[in-house]
């Protein structure tokens, strides 16, 4: 420090000895007069991927632009590695290159440009003010800068809160200015993001500071802790490992994760707090907006009836051969049910293999096993909390997974692979099968006591050949799928032969194939049984009554002319004596 003309101001505070020494370190010249700042392009990049830091600063910062209109100073927002983002204001009095130095595009650290006010309190993480002399680079000793760390709800620190103006002008409340303003935006930033189905817990050590932006924020999605403001991380001690992890009960073991709205006391550590806990809104259940879709006409009357059964929570098993809607009506139940705000998460037990079934519907603890991401996974189930969890070819289940999710399904409780820790879910379960469940536990492949809990109550999609209004159906879907759109019509002949076949893929196998018509016809043109492919084209067109009758005129006049001797009848005909012996068993038959 040597050279340093205050230098003993310097020494005598540790905080500036601490960043002075780093400062040389790095290996500044003190001298230097270019300093690191980013081109436009890239300036643009960054700004673009601060957005929400910017969006919840910006109305902040305004307020605080304006107060500061007459002090010849400005507002600076940079992100978190001292890249200024925004300036804010105006320093008329002050050199050009220091206003210039200010400007977006240049870059604060401290490793940049030594004792800086944001790049201390990066360095820090914490709200420090420099002034003229305590600058690191001599160039910056006409400055006075006063800061504040960002952090957002979940711990990480997003950038830097700033306020700079000549050394020389007077500057009591900067400095707590600054500090006001970072913990408006951590405030908001915490309210305004938070999800409808988290908890909101605010604590002050008064009941009347609750609902200020003085009060200690914690976020819950279930009982975990997920964010907080920095004021509740700071006077509860938490650290940034701890939003994740840590659970409701660990936190506050005397008291019950139960909502209040009249602030009660509450002990943590050795102080006498004052708590609010607003439960997750899932007051819409009650009120449902309108829902989406009408049920489908083949779920019949009985479409009603399982919304009602759905919103009570009872288990519905939804039974139908392959393709013929158990995925759709599930879908459409959802969108009618009260758990319509919540997610419809399907899972294909029978398309997932046996090793994974268990981490995709449980989820994993971060390295719970080789290959596991380093992110974890939390799993469909509670993917599905809120909502509707879908378990497809339920009966293809593994055995000893059905054992999991019985549990999982009474306790209403999901722990993931690697993890000794439970979180409590809530969301109605459809599950579908084109197998027979009940000879599937005869077999002892499936878990009885799970088939009873998974089919409170089940229903049939019946095949598509034994609907009631196939040609209908057929006439809606064609609509549904554009043939209206571009004035193409099926042929009433074609219509009512496509209804009588068997579609044993039901509407999938259908749709398929009305979208292959839809697709080669042309604008305006009338499809007809000419334009099915060849393998429904056989199946479709009705047999040739003229043809048949005239060959069979024929055949029964010819026997008569030969007094019935098949032989010569045939050698007469030209046909094989097996033909007219096949058509003589058939009469027979008839
Ligand atoms: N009632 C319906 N109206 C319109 N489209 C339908 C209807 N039912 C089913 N579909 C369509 O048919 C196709 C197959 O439906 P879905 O996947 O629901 O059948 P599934 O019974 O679940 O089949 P799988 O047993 O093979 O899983 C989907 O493209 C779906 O959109």
């Given amino acids: 420090m040597q050279g340093n003309p205050s230098a003993s101001a310097v020494n005598a505070n540790p905080l500036l000895s601490d960043s002075w020494f780093r400062s040389q370190l790095y290996g500044l010249d003190r001298t230097a007069d270019d300093f690191p700042r980013v081109r436009q392009g890239e300036l643009a ?38 890249l200024v983002l925004n300036t804010f204001g105006d320093m008329p009095s002050m050199e050009k290159a220091q206003r210039y130095a200010l400007a977006p595009g240049n870059l604060w650290s401290e490793c940049g440009r030594g004792t800086n006010a944001i790049g201390t309190a990066l360095a820090i993480d914490d709200g420090c003010e420099i002034e003229g002399h305590q600058h690191f680079l001599t160039l910056n000793q006409g400055l006075y800068c006063a800061a504040m760390p960002l952090q957002m709800p979940n711990g990480q620190i997003a950038g830097v809160l700033d306020i700079s103006g000549p050394a020389h002008f007077p500057h009591p409340q900067t400095f707590n200015w ?56 700071r006077e509860l001690a938490l650290s940034v490992e701890q939003l ?46 309108e829902p989406a879709s009408d049920l489908p006409f083949s779920l019949g009357r009985d479409g009603e009836k399982m919304v009602r059964l759905l919103n009570a929570g009872v288990s519905l098993c939804i039974h139908g051969e392959t393709g013929s809607g158990k995925e759709y009506v599930s879908r459409a139940l959802h969108q009618q049910s009260r758990w319509r705000e919540g997610k419809f998460v399907a899972i294909n037990c029978a398309a997932i293999p046996e090793a994974l079934i268990e981490s995709e519907l449980f989820g994993y603890q971060p ?21 509707v969890l879908f378990l497809d070819e339920i009966g293809d289940m593994p055995l000893a997974l059905q054992t999991r999710l019985l549990r999982v399904l009474q306790e209403k409780e999901v722990a993931p692979l690697g993890s000794s820790r439970s979180w409590p879910v809530n969301f109605a379960v459809i599950s579908a099968t084109h197998r027979d469940l009940a000879q599937r536990v005869a077999e002892g492949e499936f878990r009885e006591d799970l088939l009873y809990r998974l089919q409170e109550f089940s229903m049939t ?33 074609l219509l009512t032969a496509l209804a009588q076949l068997p579609w044993p893929g039901n509407v999938r196998q259908l749709r398929s194939l009305l979208r292959v018509l839809l697709a080669l016809a042309d604008e305006g043109e009338e499809v007809t049984e000419v334009h099915l492919p060849a393998e429904y084209r056989r199946a479709a067109l009705p047999p040739q009554p003229d043809r048949q009758s005239h060959d069979e005129r024929l055949i029964s006049e010819t026997l008569q002319c030969f007094n019935g001797n098949i032989s010569k009848t045939a050698e007469a005909l030209g046909v094989a004596r097996s033909t007219l012996y096949r058509r003589a068993a058939r009469d027979k038959r008839d």
């Avoid at 970072?182 to 609902?211: C, F, N, R, T």
């Avoid at 390295?367 to 469909?380: E, L, M």
Wanted: charged content about 20%; cysteine-free; glycine content about 6%.
């Fill in 461 to 493: 999609i019946p095949p598509l050949r034994d609907w009631p209004d196939v040609e209908g159906f057929i006439s809606r879907l064609w609509l549904e799928l554009g043939g209206a759109d571009r004035d193409i019509q099926l042929s009433p002949a």
């Fill in 367 to 387: 390295g719970a096993f080789t290959g596991a991401s380093k992110n974890g996974y939390i799993g469909k189930i509670r993917e599905a909390d809120g909502g």
């Fill in 244 to 289: 994740g992890s840590v659970t409701f009960q660990q936190l506050f073991p005397q008291q019950q994760q139960q909502a209040n709205t009249i602030p009660v006391p509450l002990d943590y550590a050795t102080q006498r707090y004052y708590f609010r806990l607003r439960a997750p809104q899932r007051s819409h259940f009650a009120t449902p907006s």
């Fill in 45 to 82: 990049d960054v700004l673009a991927s601060n957005a929400g830091l910017q969006q919840f600063a910006q109305p902040v910062i305004k307020q605080l632009a304006q107060k500061l209109a007459e002090k010849q100073s400005v507002v600076i927002l940079s992100d978190a590695t001292g």
């Fill in 178 to 233: 600054v500090k006001a303003a970072a913990k408006q935006i951590e405030y908001l930033w915490v309210k305004q993001s938070l999800h409808p189905q988290q908890w909101l817990m605010s604590l002050h050590l008064q009941p009347q500071g609750i609902d200020t932006s003085d009060e200690l924020l914690l976020v819950f999605s279930d009982n975990v802790l997920t964010a907080a403001n920095r004021l509740a991380m």
